[in-house]
């Protein structure tokens, strides 16, 4: 067998969103593509704002030497400083370029701050539902997922978080607005986690770490902001990407930002310049770097993908689905009229829509729609989502 076990049992473990494509693929091929409402992915529908372009033509242009040399693991000193300057408007912590690592998307940055922090065995805690895509980022780096329940409405449960808490926790993981829930952790919340991790940081006398996953930090709705981690913890990482909010995933940019106040700062970013090397990004993609130096300010036209939301919730509410609005990304995560989730989303393959089982997120009992998709498919789709519920 030439592919190793591991990576066997990785490849079935990731099946959900593989299935769906694959069955969208088949669907798509049998009854044309216009006939599936395909709410699997992830994938912005938007295309990144013009300005982008403009930004990019003008970097082509540009003749000075060296432009796709190698440069310093942790990025162009340049790009460094405007991500700092633009954390530095909201942000109480003032950012200098030194704390800044530009990465492979947020799942580079992801991967460079666990491989940075963890001893093999440790523990990241993860409050579920949940990007099931950190399993696998910390089996690369031999971490342990803890995933912990959360409250009604999706708000931290510090009791269950509490009861998880071991020696061997090294962080707790935490991503706001949140794939696939859309919840966004309001400030008395993230105010009560840090106490926490205060109290067990003294306690078991080495740091436990506060990651937070915030690729949707700009996709909110109904005038909601996301409130600062770096306010409230020293102990912090922010990692983000320009995937979602400027519609660029397969350009693979982001940034991981570490607090100025962090202890062992200079160690844990020099891990992590280390680390972005060794994982074999070396540095992020040049032109990219240099391309969003310019572009901290923009995003996607946001309100479209509120009209989406709107749209969906409206359409699902009036049809008999139990959901609650997201505040922010662009996932709705409602409840299934049965607890088999697998199920239910089986019969919703039925009607050609496709959707993924909250199971596959650690949220049974839900189902999640990726509503980054034309509203035609979101309007066409009802009456389908309808004929589904009314059999339960
Ligand atoms: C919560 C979350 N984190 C990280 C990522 C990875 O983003 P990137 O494409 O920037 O690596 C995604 C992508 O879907 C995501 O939903």
Redesign the pocket.
């Known amino acids: 067998m030439s592919v190793s076990v591991k990576i066997r049992e990785a490849i079935e473990r990731s099946s959900w969103i593989r299935k769906m494509f694959e069955e969208g693929a088949r669907r798509k091929a049998k009854y044309g593509p216009d006939q599936v409402f395909d709410f699997s992915l ?1 994938n912005p529908n938007l295309e990144p704002p013009s300005k982008v372009k403009q930004v990019l033509e003008n970097l082509i242009k540009d003749p000075s030497p060296g432009q796709h040399a190698y440069m310093s693991n942790a990025g162009l000193v340049e790009t460094r400083q405007a991500v700092a300057d633009y954390l530095n408007t909201f942000n109480a912590p003032r950012f200098s370029p030194d704390e800044i690592v530009m990465t492979v ?4 940055a ?1 991967n460079v701050v666990l491989k940075t922090i963890l001893n093999p065995g440790d523990e990241v805690m993860i409050p579920k539902p949940y ?1 099931v ?1 950190y399993n696998f980022y910390l089996d690369n780096h031999q971490g342990v997922p803890r995933l912990v329940p959360t409250k009604p409405g999706f708000s931290l449960d510090f009791g269950a978080m509490e009861a998880a808490m071991t020696e061997k926790t090294r962080a707790v993981l935490i ?1 706001s607005p949140n ?1 696939p829930t859309g919840k966004i952790y309001p400030e008395a919340e993230l105010r009560e986690l840090a106490r926490l991790l205060t109290h067990y940081s003294t306690r078991f006398g080495q740091p436990i770490y506060l990651i937070s ?1 915030e ?1 949707y930090r700009k996709i909110v709705y109904d005038g909601v902001s996301v409130p600062s981690v770096f306010d409230v913890y020293p102990e912090t990482f922010v990692v983000t ?1 320009f ?1 979602k909010d400027l519609s660029l ?1 397969g350009e ?1 940019i ?1 940034y991981a930002a570490a607090h100025p106040e962090m202890s062992e700062k200079q160690s844990v970013l020099a891990g992590m310049v280390l680390c972005n090397r060794v994982l074999g990004y070396v540095n992020a993609p040049a032109i990219m770097q240099r391309a969003i130096a310019h572009l901290l300010n923009d995003s996607v036209d946001i309100s479209i993908y509120q009209r989406k939301r709107d749209l969906l919730c409206e359409g699902l509410a009036g049809v008999g689905y139990d959901i609650s609005k997201p505040e922010g990304a662009f996932y709705l995560f409602p409840r299934t009229p049965v607890e088999d989730d697998v199920a239910f989303v089986a019969a919703l393959q039925e009607e050609n829509i496709l959707t993924v089982p909250g199971t596959g997120f650690g949220g049974p009992g839900h189902f999640r729609i990726a509503y980054c998709v034309s509203d035609d498919v979101i309007e066409r789709s009802i009456p389908g989502f309808e004929k589904v519920i009314q059999r339960y």
């Open positions: 992830g998307g947020a799942g580079g992801l990007f895509e991503n794939n996953d690729p990407s995937s995933p693979r982001g």
